[in-house]
């Protein structure tokens, strides 16, 4: 069980640095298309990826149609309301903002876990977060103070909207990853975040056509969703399937931190102390959560199987 907990924490990290890399390939394509269209194209082809699997990951026992619904409802959440309103966001806010309110998700989820009993609240879990969002206030603090406009409001809005579906999905996913299996889910849930998504893109503004992006913007594409769609979301859901809601997240806050790591070593950009005191930061309350006496690194017991699929 020690060793499946280490793979598990070494999932959620991976699955977060690996989401500082995307954001690096987000910019350099998003200039070829709108940001909408470039998140339904990136789960096309993570779901795409998932087809070959289908056959060996789905579930051997019939699953109820609720349980679908349930999966569908979790999808539009979290692959279609999130980065829907995640990528909104940004046309109103810069992106320094935008990472203190992403940063938000493990408060959120924190807060969402306590209040229907899905975790204990305990010390070492508020101290942690705590750490973990002061890191991400040290680095992108100052720049995010600098926003002004009327919008401001409205951009801020869109991201704790897509932060909050972003942790109800963390808590409330656990229990149906663990009946059915990450995979299984990451992929029907992804497909019916698609969907979702897929209104957005024909009634948006112009007549609807398929994007025509460069090489370079189609190997971007590709990256975002083999990558960072299918393998990503694979690691993160795998995670929270063995670990709490809340101890999973955490490690999100490691993603807009890595984002800046890959600008100073590919880019040439300077390493800054607000960035090493960010860091430290975020690691500490990553360490934190793990401390002995935290729920945080204990199991919860596996939810007992009923007749018609519900959990117990």
């Excluded at 299918?230 to 993603?255: E, M």
Aim: overall charge positive; charged content about 10%; proline content about 6%.
């Amino acid at each position: 069980m020690m060793n499946r907990s280490v793979l598990a924490n070494s999932a959620a990290a991976a699955a977060a640095l690996s989401a500082g890399v995307c954001v690096v390939a987000t910019r350099y394509v998003i200039g070829e298309t709108d940001p909408v269209t470039l998140v339904l194209y990136r789960y096309i082809i993570a779901v795409i990826c998932f087809l070959p699997f289908l056959p060996f990951i789905w579930p051997e026992a019939r699953i109820p149609a609720s349980e679908y619904g349930k999966i569908a409802l979790l999808g539009a959440l979290f692959f279609g309301l999130f980065p829907w309103a995640f990528t909104a966001s940004l046309q109103y806010i810069p992106a320094a903002r935008g990472a203190i309110g992403l940063a938000t998700i493990p408060i959120q989820t924190l807060i969402v876990a306590a209040i229907f009993g899905r975790e204990r609240l305990t010390r070492n879990k508020v101290f942690s977060v705590v750490l973990a969002f002061a890191g991400i206030a040290v680095v992108f603090g100052p720049a995010a103070l600098g926003a002004t406009g009327s919008d401001v409001l409205l951009g801020d809005g869109l991201m704790l909207l897509g932060a909050f579906c972003a942790a109800i999905y963390s808590v409330f996913s656990r229990a149906t990853l663990m009946r059915h299996g990450p995979l299984f889910v990451t992929a029907i849930a992804m497909a019916f975040g698609v969907l979702a998504l897929s209104p957005l893109v024909l009634v948006g503004p112009g007549e609807f056509s398929l994007p025509e992006f460069s090489g370079a913007g189609w190997l971007a594409i590709v990256f975002l969703g083999t990558f960072g769609g299918a393998i990503q979301f694979s690691l993160f859901t795998w995670a929270l399937r063995w670990l709490q809601p809340t101890r999973t997240v955490i490690y999100l806050t490691l993603n807009p931190i890595s984002a800046v790591l890959l600008g100073v070593l590919l880019l040439s950009e300077t390493l800054t102390p607000a960035l090493i005191v960010g860091l430290t930061l975020v690691l500490s309350g990553i360490f934190v959560s793990s401390l002995p006496g935290s729920a945080l690194q204990r199991q919860a017991p596996k939810p007992r199987q009923v007749p018609d699929g519900k959990e117990a």
